[in-house]
């Protein structure tokens, strides 16, 4: 168990319908990341968050958003969902941010969603 | 732009054989470089990772990267095999610049590992 929470575990829905991914991450830990993994893009990088502020963008559409709250949870709103946004979707968090990319990043057990 | 490329997406090795899991890179700028295992079921966790100190890395699980340049290459190797090896790996690649990096993966290598 790597501390760092996810829900829900699995998700189905229908296209075009908005979702939100929820990620808890460890306790102290300030750095949220989110990736996407599917058979057709394989592991992308999504976004990064620090303390609440956006620190780095990765391969994310348009479509989906981010935000990390206060109490340092963060959300992954997707919109407008497609057939191939079906993956699944990690967080991931790390204890700070200025290199955050270089330190340890402890993963979820992730989000599986399905589109229809 | 940066690519990673995993020669491979699949290798088998016997129980006890040299475990070699080939990267290779192209980036403009010198990079930062991690390989991460994925067991199923279960969400990444980093190996190791090159970070322009020593070339040669050591990781957990008796893993090893060499960073070669002239190359372009971040092998992944590991003396004997374990059945506990068997997972996917993946190779991933960071530039960072102007207050931000780009984190890219490479496509994965499954390995099997027979008894």
Redesign the interface.
């Known amino acids: 168990d790597s501390g760092v929470t996810q829900t829900p575990k699995h998700l189905i829905t229908a296209t075009g319908q908005r979702v939100t991914l929820r990620c808890s991450p460890r306790s102290g830990d300030l750095s949220v990341y989110w990736y996407q993994q599917s058979l057709d893009q394989g592991l992308q990088f999504l976004i990064h968050y620090y303390n609440g502020e956006e620190r780095a963008k990765g391969n994310i559409l348009e479509r989906f958003s981010a935000q990390q709250f206060p109490d340092l949870h963060s959300e992954l709103n997707l919109s407008s969902l497609e057939l191939g946004d079906s993956a699944l979707y990690f967080c991931a968090s790390s204890v700070s941010s200025q290199r955050g990319w270089q330190e340890t990043q402890y993963f979820g057990p992730g989000t599986r969603l399905l589109v229809l | 732009a940066q690519s990673v490329t995993q020669l491979g997406s699949h290798v088998s090795v016997s129980e006890g054989a040299l475990v070699l899991l080939r990267c290779n890179y192209s980036s403009s700028v010198p990079p930062?470089l991690f390989w991460y295992v994925q067991y199923p079921n279960?969400?990444?966790?980093?190996l190791l990772?090159y970070?322009s100190a020593a070339t040669l890395v050591k990781g957990i699980n008796g893993f090893e990267a060499e960073f070669k340049k002239s190359e372009t290459s971040f092998h992944l190797t590991k003396p004997s095999a374990h059945m506990s090896d068997a997972a996917e790996y993946?190779c991933a690649v960071?530039r960072?610049g102007a207050g931000?990096?780009?984190?890219?993966?490479?496509?994965?290598t499954k390995l099997s590992v027979i008894p």
């Open positions: 930062y279960q969400g990444l966790q980093l990772k970070t993946f960071i960072s931000s990096y780009q984190l890219t993966f490479g496509k994965g």
